[in-house]
T-cell receptor
Framework: SQTIHQWPATLVQPVGSPLSLECTVE??????LYWYRQAAGRGLQLLFY??????ISSEVPQNLSASRPQDRQFILSSKKLLLSDSGFYLC??????????????FGEGSRLTVL | GEDVEQSLFLSVREGDSSVINCTYT??????LYWYKQEPGAGLQLLTY???NMDMKQDQRLTVLLNKKDKHLSLRIADTQTGDSAIYFC???????????WGAGTKLIIKP
């Protein structure tokens, strides 16, 4: 069966420090991969998605970047965190070529607090 | 705009039916989805409906779609404490298959 692991689960970082959130999918090949941010009282905001190794699409300009060094690994990074980067970050995957393109499988999330 | 609108809170008594409403904007959306998020966790797909359907039923869940009014609802029959969660509505845009998400409705169950 397929699983998705996301870590760390919680993170407290000072302003200006770097960030690395990692996501790994197991039990499937060639998944589409996504990074979302969830803010309280607001819908999920798509940050990045990837359809293959090294292929990253950015949905919003921001202080963050993403990389996909391996087929089932997706990393969210920042060189210098801002207070506004605080939030709940969700990694997700979907089956490439599925007719139900909106069927996403989410990780447990990473709560980032920037102080 | 691209807003998907939901009420932020819904409070119901245990055993009653819950109806969570959602309005969307893209009349050409292909699929509409309901996701459930339990406290401190990621989201899980609960159910979905194809745009050419009016209703879909799955055990205690009933999804109603009114395309004319761009209105989607999720009815949970015999609401249980385990149904406490945030429920997200999302529409899949026909142009690029991206999901547009509502802000989520927090379902609160009263004993």
């Amino acid at each position: 069966s397929q699983t998705i692991h996301q870590w760390p689960a919680t993170l407290v970082q000072p302003v200006g420090s770097p960030l690395s959130l990692e996501c790994t999918v197991e039990g499937t090949s060639n998944p589409n991969l996504y990074w979302y941010r969830q803010a309280a009282g607001r819908g999920l905001q798509l940050l990045f998605y990837s359809v293959g190794i090294g292929q990253i699409s950015s949905e919003v300009p921001q202080n963050l970047s993403a990389s996909r060094p391996q087929d089932r690994q997706f990393i969210l990074s920042s060189k210098k965190l801002l207070l506004s980067d605080s939030g709940f970050y969700l990694c997700a995957w979907s089956v490439r070529g599925s007719q139900l393109t909106g069927e996403l499988f989410f990780g447990e999330g990473s709560r980032l607090t920037v102080l | 705009g691209e807003d998907v609108e939901q009420s932020l809170f819904l409070s119901v008594r245990e055993g009653d039916s819950s109806v969570i409403n959602c309005t969307y904007t893209d009349s050409s959306s292909t699929y509409l989805y309901w996701y459930k998020q339990e406290p401190g966790a990621g989201l899980q797909l609960l159910t979905y409906i194809f745009s050419n359907m009016d209703m879909k039923q799955d055990q205690r869940l009933t999804v109603l779609l009114n395309k004319k009014d761009k209105h989607l609802s999720l009815r949970i029959a015999d609401t249980q404490t385990g149904d406490s969660a945030i429920y997200f509505c999302a529409e899949e845009k026909a142009s690029n298959y991206q999901l547009i998400w509502g802000a989520g409705t927090k379902l609160i169950i009263k004993p």
